[in-house]
Antibody
Framework: EVQLVESGGALVQPGGSLRLSCAAS????????MNWFRQAPGKGLEWVSLISSSSSAIHYADSVRGRFTVSRDNAKKSLYLQMNSLRAEDTAVYYC???????WGQGTLVTVSS | QSVLTQPPSASGTPGQRVSISCSGS????????VYWYQQLPGSAPKLLVY???QRPSEVPARFSGSKSGTSASLAISGLRSEDEADYYCAAWDDSLSGYVFGTGTKVTVL
């Protein structure tokens, strides 16, 4: 069974940093592109970042470019999202997903507030 | 802000057919695959349709996707109470080099 489990969400002050992790199992992790998505409270879905299977291609949404960094460790079957200079508008549930969302993880909540 | 446009709501009685539209542009739907997701209250999104018309094996045949030009549609036939959820379309956008989502459609079963 394909499983994605996010962790690392927390309450953080504006300007702070946080690192999210996504542990993958049940599939050949090193052959898949991975994505981060997010959903602010009561709002729709938003794509955050993409990283290709070998990390050779990386893309970011304009809203996070320069502040967030995506990475992966294929040996550990893990995906990461380093989030710096966090803002209130980054408050959301963050989901990792295999490729275009097949499947999504259960999500981890990031709250940016003083 | 969402780049793809969906109606905010749709409804039907049990057994009816409901259709949800998704309008984009040449840089997204017009040149890339469309995906549809179902999000039940309090749950993570679930993939319903990929590559415009394909369904994962566990998704019932009542759900079907189509695409024409810069628009796409999701149809739910034989509507059931458990279909009450939010539905989102998405596509890769060549201009933005990222995925763009629709505004979301809340389906209500009357």
């Amino acid at each position: 069974e394909v499983q994605l489990v996010e962790s690392g969400g927390a309450l953080v002050q504006p300007g702070g940093s946080l690192r999210l992790s996504c542990a993958a199992s049940g599939f050949t992790f090193n052959t898949y592109t991975m994505n981060w998505f997010r959903q602010a409270p009561g709002k729709g879905l938003e794509w955050v970042s993409l990283i290709s299977s070998s990390s050779s291609a990386i893309h970011y949404a304009d809203s996070v470019r320069g502040r967030f960094t995506v990475s992966r460790d294929n040996a550990k079957k893990s995906l990461y999202l380093q989030m710096n200079s966090l803002r209130a508008e980054d408050t959301a549930v963050y989901y990792c997903a295999r490729d275009y969302g097949d499947p999504w993880g259960q999500g981890t909540l990031v709250t940016v507030s003083s | 802000q969402s780049v793809l446009t969906q109606p905010p709501s749709a409804s039907g009685t049990p057994g009816q057919r409901v259709s949800i539209s998704c309008s984009g542009s040449s840089s997204n739907i017009g040149s890339n695959y469309v995906y549809w997701y179902q999000q039940l209250p309090g749950s993570a999104p679930k993939l319903l349709v990929y590559r415009n018309t394909q369904r994962p094996s566990e998704v019932p045949a009542r759900f079907s996707g189509s695409k024409s030009g810069t628009s796409a549609s999701l149809a739910i036939s034989g509507l059931r109470s458990e279909d009450e959820a939010d539905y989102y379309c998405a596509a890769w956008d060549d201009s933005l080099s990222g995925y763009v989502f629709g505004t979301g459609t809340k389906v209500t079963v009357l």
